[in-house]
């Protein structure tokens, strides 16, 4: 601990949504606390999602659910109206006007009075992370350490994990994007060849309107097992939405009820009725049953939960009827690298026995996040895992923690002063990667830092 007199340092490592909110929670309370937010990308306070200034990218969530404030709900809304911007609450917003929503409340805060000396920044990695006696030392990329009191992991989505067809010759070659959140769209090779986006989720959307802007007229070819595209969304919500399902509830009977609610009220509304429950639900289900959903409902629940902005779907639907998108229902067999520097492709559709081939210039990873940490190339999250200080939750989506978000270490037990925050806490929570619900969790990990502390 740090000696009686200091007040407390919780460090707070990664400045996307979930961290700059944990830490706006923890200073807006005016108590003697010291927060150190540490971000290895920069600008800072951006994250994956809204680092990003091309048009093209829109929220897919209504702005008028878009608040960082559980308690002013209205807050986004009122942010954009401010500047002239013409967006209402049904309407979306961009994602680089949301990045611009996020900086200007953590900068209004590090410059504020109240924040003086007790908000540090840090432009840098942390690399590991090693219990000391009473508290937790850092070590950054720079070989700087800083000590705390608390740790919060606000760490967002893992990288990618290179699907077992990509050969890593094809790895290492640059006909390869392995993580399409770290790459710039502006250097994807010359010519006129396709590129292949393997996936067709939102990460594949985003890659694809930009490589149309940047590349236009090159043919993009998404793959994935199902080819199933994200869902729109349509129309403005009913005001008020129906009541959710009642939890507990078992898998099925939530399958009954969605049923049912989108005979009554489409399926749209249907789905959206379920979120305020889906968290209380998962925790009801027992492993079995929450496996037995992923296994079967996983990416039908993700293209209908996770929609796409009326404007981006219409752009996407026209690069379809254009033919500058394919989307391919199938399997990834064969990568390899040809003489040309070209990659063959080698895949097999959907249900079919015959293999088809494909020669691309590039292969952009648009999978997603790879969410077992056990596994993960991410080097804090390794050295964590290496060092058994975490350990992945039975379902291997994310972080083992306990309800208060504490982390549990390889062997299962607590650690009172290591929380985790946003949606590496899938496997607790499983409705976890959208504003709506991290603004949520991350007033409550502040308030359970807090209280930690307090008892030290
Ligand atoms: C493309 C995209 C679009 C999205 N659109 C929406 C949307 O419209 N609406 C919505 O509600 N949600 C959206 N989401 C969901 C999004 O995940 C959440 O809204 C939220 O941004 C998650 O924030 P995060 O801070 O948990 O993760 P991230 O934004 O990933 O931030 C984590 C940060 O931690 C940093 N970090 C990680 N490890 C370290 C380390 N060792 N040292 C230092 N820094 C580190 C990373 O650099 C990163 O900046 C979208 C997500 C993506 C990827």
């Known amino acids: 601990m740090a000696s009686s ?40 306070g951006l994250g994956a999602a809204y680092a990003t200034d091309d048009p093209a990218h829109r929220l897919n969530v209504r702005a008028g659910n878009m608040s960082a404030w559980p308690d002013r709900p209205d807050d986004f809304v009122a ?25 200007g409340m953590l900068s209004g805060l ?49 990288p990618p994990r290179a699907p077992e067809t990509v050969t890593p010759e094809l790895e290492a070659s640059g006909a390869y994007v392995a993580d399409p959140w770290r790459w710039s769209l502006e250097t994807a090779p010359d010519g006129e060849g396709p590129i292949l986006l393997l996936g067709s989720g939102l990460t594949m959307v985003d890659a694809a309107l930009s490589l149309d802007r940047l590349a236009p007229g090159r043919p993009l070819i998404a793959l994935s097992r199902r080819g199933l ?56 289900w027992s492993l079995k049953q929450r496996a037995a959903f992923l296994r079967h409902a996983r990416a039908f629940w993700d293209v209908h939960r996770h929609r796409l902005s009326p404007e981006v779907a219409e752009r996407l ?25 070209r990659v063959g492709v080698a895949w097999r559709p959907r249900g079919g026995t015959r293999t088809r081939r494909l020669e691309v210039d590039l292969v952009v990873n648009c999978t997603g996040p790879s969410s077992d940490v056990e596994r993960s190339t991410d080097p804090l999250v390794a050295a964590l895992a290496g060092r058994g200080l975490v350990r992945a939750d039975p379902l291997r989506l994310g972080l083992d923690i306990d309800a208060d978000h504490h982390v549990r270490d390889a062997r299962g037990r607590i650690q009172p002063t ?39």
């Open 5 to 44: 007199k200091a007040p407390p340092v919780v460090a707070v490592i990664g400045a996307g949504f979930s961290g700059v909110m944990t830490a706006l929670h923890l200073l807006r309370q005016g108590r003697p606390i010291k927060v150190v937010l540490i971000e290895r990308r920069s600008p800072i």
């Open 79 to 103: 942010w954009l109206k401010d500047r002239g911007l013409d967006i209402g609450p049904g309407g979306f917003a961009t994602r680089g006007d949301y990045g611009r929503y996020l900086q």
């Open 110 to 158: 590090a410059e504020s009075p109240e924040a003086a000396g007790r908000l540090v920044i840090i432009p840098d990695e942390i690399t590991a992370i090693a219990p000391t006696e009473g508290g937790w030392a850092l070590t950054c990329g720079m070989g700087r350490a800083i000590g705390a009191d608390a740790v919060v992991l606000a760490l967002g989505n893992p």
């Open 229 to 284: 595209i994200p869902r729109e969304h349509q129309g403005a919500p009913p005001s008020p939405p129906p009541a959710p399902p009642p939890a507990p509830l078992p898998p099925l009977a939530v399958l009954a009820w969605l049923r049912e609610a989108a005979d009554r009220h489409g399926w749209r509304t249907a789905i959206d009725a379920v979120r305020p429950a889906t968290q209380d639900l998962w925790r009801g």
């Open 317 to 341: 639907a026209r690069m379809q009827a254009d033919g500058r998108l394919r989307v391919l229902a199938g399997k990834l067999d064969r990568t390899d690298r040809l003489e040309d520097g």
């Open 418 to 456: 290591l929380f985790a925050v946003g949606p590496i806490t899938r496997g607790a929570l499983w409705e976890i990667n959208a504003v709506p619900d991290i603004r949520v969790q991350a007033a409550r990990v502040a308030a359970t830092v807090f209280e930690t502390l307090s008892e030290f």
